[in-house]
């Protein structure tokens, strides 16, 4: 079952409910975990790497509660570089321990989701794995609901599409659901594809995406609902249309 999301825009357990970190990406091993052929990371070395990092000490009172989080999710397929990463933002923003253990407890339980719908494939690839991992859990808390990430992760698989597209059309999506104040698990329009997945389909850029967001604000500041947006952003940037024809479709 997929996880549940969090509220649309909230800042869930402490931690922002933004974009993933960009600043960590997985090239070979992580510094301080060994790669193990079956599983990817053995999961003793996650302690290592508390211990080889910096500011580690800070969640000593902690590591026992971290370990049967951390262990499963690494064995399960999760990129250690998308705990090292939070682990970074958390201490470096002076996030409570206890807190930190909920956050990844949270972030933990989306990965392995999305960990079981790419099992048996070699995608997202490696180097750009724990972007897209950081970017699903950042869409649950800002309340992309489940449905328009499968659909959009599925495609991305089949397709070997770019894994920091993908993960940017779900940042966007969920972005554009916070404009329309639409809850995570509520559908945006009936029989739509979703945001992220015409965003990841499209012949847009990644630095468009914050446009296609701009105008979701402006509708909704406009009085527009998501289901004309949708339609609009379907009829247009779905079929090969720029963002001056979705505006246009918009506001005429």
């Known amino acids: 079952n997929p996880p549940a999301g969090g509220a649309a825009g909230s800042s869930q357990n402490g931690l922002k409910a933004g974009g993933a970190d960009n600043g960590t990406t997985e090239r070979g091993d992580t510094p301080g975990f060994r790669r193990d052929g079956e599983t990817g990371y053995q999961s003793g070395s996650f302690d290592e790497w508390l211990d080889s990092f910096r500011d580690g000490q800070r969640l000593a009172d902690v590591r026992d509660a971290l370990r049967p989080i951390v262990e499963p999710a690494l064995a399960a397929g999760v990129p250690a570089a998308a705990f090292t990463s939070r682990v970074r933002e958390a201490v470096a923003k002076g996030v409570a321990p206890e807190v930190v253990v909920q956050a990844l407890r949270d972030d933990a339980e989306r990965w392995m989701w999305l960990a079981s719908l790419t099992q048996g494939r070699s995608w997202p690839p490696a180097a750009s794995s724990s972007g897209l ?75 468009q995406y914050s446009e296609v967001a701009k105008l979701a604000a402006k509708a909704a500041e406009a009085g527009i609902g998501m289901d004309r ?10 079929r090969g249309g720029r963002i001056a024809d979705l505006e246009r479709t918009l506001f005429g």
């Open 133 to 207: 991992y950081l970017a699903v859990a950042a869409a649950f808390r800002n309340g992309e609901d489940s449905a328009s990430m499968r659909a959009v992760v599925e495609w991305g698989a089949s397709t070997r599409a770019s894994a920091e597209k993908t993960a940017a059309a779900l940042m966007t999506a969920a972005t554009v659901r916070a404009s329309f104040g639409v809850a995570s698990g509520e559908p945006g329009h009936a029989g739509d594809s979703g945001v992220a997945l015409v965003l990841a389909r499209s012949r847009l850029r990644v630095g």
């Open 229 to 238: 947006f949708l339609a609009a952003l379907e009829a247009t940037i779905g």
